[in-house]
């Protein structure tokens, strides 16, 4: 069955155009005057200029956590990998020279281009070797292969800042748990 | 050793939980509840090592003249008409266990992520049973190990701790920490291997696994002490942190390198054998595996031959002159039975050989007949000369082509010097070895672990084997799919292979692959 729908014919300040493209416009050119005069009310950011604030709890970039002598804190358990619901962490567990620990691991991978950042390889993880809070959320790299972290770049994450009295945190190199280590073990503390 | 039950065991009348049940009435009464479906955990008792019952962790509530009472189900002989209570309906027997594994796990150390027995672990899959306390332990105190004196040290917590990767032997690595001390090491060095090498020295918490001074645990069967230890103290070195065990797929399998067959497990991940483990076969090798086939997977994807075309074997075999074929000691029934088609095929002018030019030595006893070629029994069982290579040396100068399956001839020099007098050598080869290397013609083919097939052992049983697939390259094919082919039958699959097996023997017409069963059928009346 076919319906006809009867539409309002237009009246001639309608038909001009002019009047009801600028209505249609209104809320885009509300914005962009706003922009113009009082820019910092904007709920946006101007990225790249200006970063957004991410807040430390956020579940950005994972980094490893050191142990004071630099070696990271994973034994190589596994526990993430099996975990991850991505299957984005690969790891090759190896034996190490120090006689203090058995398991260290030789290869540790985390393809962020398969990771669904949930967050329960680092709930999983026994030893707190693994955290994802760096802050840092973009990523890019010109191949698709740079997107595999391996253990060094994972390792290597600069905290610029940091809660010194998260007693928890182990602020790569230094924390609590650091120094309780460092004077157990007779190493020198710095 | 503890009395097991079999089909023939007469069957009693005793009463679990006030509820009559029928078991097997010459076992132990852990055996006993086990056959009605009843687990007790246990860490000490194996069903192929002495009882020692120290473990105390199978305990059950029998009734007795003074009421009731508790004992280690694994020491308790069945008879007629006793009364029993699982934790199912006594409370005292439930803490009982559970106290005894709370005790269990006082010192031993929280290495569970980093052990490779964990997923598999006695102890884990106790707690989950009959433990599953919540720790009592007071950080103060911490874990304190009190065993082998010379490797305690503090550890970064301020806990004793101790003896971790001692190297007891050339393949095995002994962690005295997590070791609960069931003995199971001890009596299966004392009585299956029959080389008493390990000890417990010392006493009560103290008690530590050692060898004798100076001496180290080195025996063909030391590894079946790693698969034993209901816990991580001993690992084997070609394991150690090479794979998590949950991440593995097993496929139960036949080991091909000797005529006992023994039963294993191929443990593989992402297309790559990790271990090999041996399966139960109460008739075969029981729970053991010798070290020479438990490590035998470490060259499996070691030097393999590519998948190449037929063609040039079919020229080859084409040519004038009398063809030697010859089977190796791997070679399943089906490839045989695929042998003897092309045989067929060629008439007149062909003639099977079998065997290996590997000494036959004698039997261990254990888990190994002592006998390289593996499928002997079959190569009987299919009327084929079994191990007539001798013969081969003789009358070399007869035949113009010689094609060897799975059969490394070459390796032995006296007869790569005699058979490089044949003019076209033909080899279907997994490896790369000394005959693909002497031959005219190679091709190469899916090696034991990666096809379906089945064998009979030294002692007439049926087995079959089943493909894992850790084939390197999918265009290779099993030995019997390129034999058929040549003879211009073309089988499709392993079971067609099988139906033409059964035609060459009588005795096999009975059995399929479903109906063998996975720890093999006996068949009868085979001589052998």
Known sequence: ?190 | MPKLPTENSPKVEIFVDDKAVMVPGDTNLLEALKAVGIETPHVCYHPYLPVSGNCRQCLVEQEGPRGRMLVIACYTPVSPGMKIYTPASSERVKSARKATQEFMLVNHPLDCPICDKAGECTLQENYMEAGQNESRMRPEYGKNYHGNPAHQFIDSKGQVRGGKRVDIGPRIVLDEERCVQCDRCVRFMRSIAGDEQLQLASRADHTYITTFPGEKLDHEYDLCVTDICPTGAMTGKHFRFQKRVWLLSRTPSISMDDSLGANIWIDHAEGKVWRLMPRCNPEVNRSWLSNTSRLAYQNFLKDRMPAGDVAPIKQTLAKEGKVALVAGGSCTIEDLAALKLLAEKLGERAEIFTGSFAPVLAADGIAKSGDPVANRAGMKLLGLPAGNLEELLKRVSEFSVLLSVHCDLFENENAAKILGAIPEKIALSAFNNATVKASTVALGVNHWSEVQGTMVNCNGMLQKLSAAPVSPDAELRPAFSVLAELAETPLSCACEAFALAKKMANVLSAYSYETIRSTGVMLDGVQL
């Open chain 1, 1 to 190: 069955m076919v319906r006809q729908v009867k539409q309002k014919p237009m009246n001639w300040v309608e038909r001009l155009y002019v009047f009801e493209a600028l209505r249609g416009l209104f809320t885009t050119l509300k914005h962009a005057l706003r922009g113009l005069l009082r820019y910092e009310t904007l709920p946006t950011v101007p990225y790249p200029e200006m970063k957004p604030e991410i807040p430390r709890n956020y579940r950005a970039r994972h980094r490893l956590m050191l142990r004071p002598d630099g070696m990271p804190r994973c034994v190589a358990c596994g526990m993430c990998a099996a975990a991850c619901p991505a299957h984005c962490i690969y790891i090759e567990a190896a034996e190490t020279e120090d006689p203090r620990i058995e398991k260290a691991p030789a290869r540790f991978d985390i393809d962020h281009l398969v990771c669904v950042f949930c967050g329960l390889c680092v709930e999983a993880c026994p030893v707190d070797a693994l955290r994802m809070d760096t802050c840092e959320t973009s990523y890019v790299h010109p191949k698709r292969d740079d997107f595999v972290a391996p253990m060094f770049d994972l390792m290597t994450w600069d905290p610029k800042t940091y809660p010194q009295n998260d007693s928890q945190s182990q602020m790569a190199p230094g924390g609590t748990l650091n120094q309780q280590a460092l004077d157990a073990w007779g190493m020198k503390v710095n």
